[in-house]
């Protein structure tokens, strides 16, 4: 499948559509000539600390229109998880105030302080976490179901920098049970399950954009889907070359990439 076949593009946002407050250069003509060709996109983002609105206010503010339906996150396929494969209702959340509140508003409980009816921990990417939180969820993860919305070590910054994300305290808490959590977001299958199901696609309807190899590159290549490394944000040529994980196609930016859609 050539890129000019693909119907919809995944597109990872932190390191491929901007970096912090800054857009890339050419996202913007990007994101059009995808509607100028009667292609559709979808931006996806293993960044589960911010709930759809934020993403909304956050591209608007860049010139970027974008609606609800534009937004999937690692947060609604964690709550697509739960409700296909589990009757879990009552959960004890690792997750910042926007998160918490999109948990409520499909449905669960999020219960903060002990409680014998937790049935469940979820860790998001909670920039709200404190060392109480993490001592009573390892206290729950010892006896109850324990997952994860995304993977992702490092979270990206604008000048090169990074903050610390889910991946550091998965192992802060690995460290403390011995446990680790079954995993939603990119790469594994139950993120692409998630997104295919809500809006109708197939595999071979969509292509994944993003800059970073074990997570956007690596789902494509372990689950099928035609992948686009773009080289704005976490991932060098270095990075790659010393990598076992291939992508589809290569390009310095979406730039670039808008000139093969």
């Excluded at 059009?32 to 589960?48: C, M, R, V």
């Excluded at 009757?87 to 998160?99: C, D, M, V």
């Excluded at 499909?106 to 979820?122: L, M, P, Q």
């Excluded at 997570?215 to 704005?232: A, E, F, P, R």
């Amino acid at each position: 499948m050539t890129l000019k076949d693909v119907k919809c593009f995944l597109l990872d946002m932190d390191g491929t559509i901007y970096l912090g407050d800054d857009l890339i250069d050419g996202a913007r003509e990007f994101l059009g000539k995808i509607k100028a060709e009667g292609k559709e996109y979808i931006f996806l983002t293993n960044n589960s600390s911010k709930n759809k609105e934020a993403y909304i206010q956050k591209l608007n503010k860049m010139g970027i229109n974008a609606l609800d339906k534009d937004i999937f996150t690692s947060g609604d396929a964690t709550i697509y998880y739960l409700k296909k494969y589990t009757k879990f209702k009552n959960i004890f959340l690792l997750g910042t105030p926007s998160l918490e509140e999109a948990f409520i508003e499909a449905g669960f409980n999020v219960i903060k302080e002990r409680s014998a009816d937790i049935e469940c921990v979820v860790m998001g990417f909670d920039t709200t976490l404190t060392y109480e939180k993490l001592w009573i969820a390892c206290d729950y993860i010892r006896e109850v179901p324990y997952i994860a919305t995304h993977p992702d070590f490092n979270c990206p910054l604008e000048g090169g920098k990074f903050m610390p994300d889910i991946g550091a305290m998965i192992a802060f808490i690995k460290a403390s049970t011995g446990k680790e959590p079954v995993v939603i977001g990119k790469p594994k299958e139950y993120m692409l399950e998630a997104i295919l199901d809500t809006y109708n696609l197939e595999k071979g309807d969509v292509a994944m954009v993003g800059d970073r190899l074990y997570t956007d590159i690596k789902m494509g290549y372990d689950l099928g889907v035609t992948s686009v490394l773009v080289l704005s944000g976490e991932t060098t040529m270095d990075d790659y070359n010393e990598s076992e994980i291939r992508a589809d196609y290569i390009f310095d930016s979406v730039k670039e990439l808008k000139e093969e859609i």
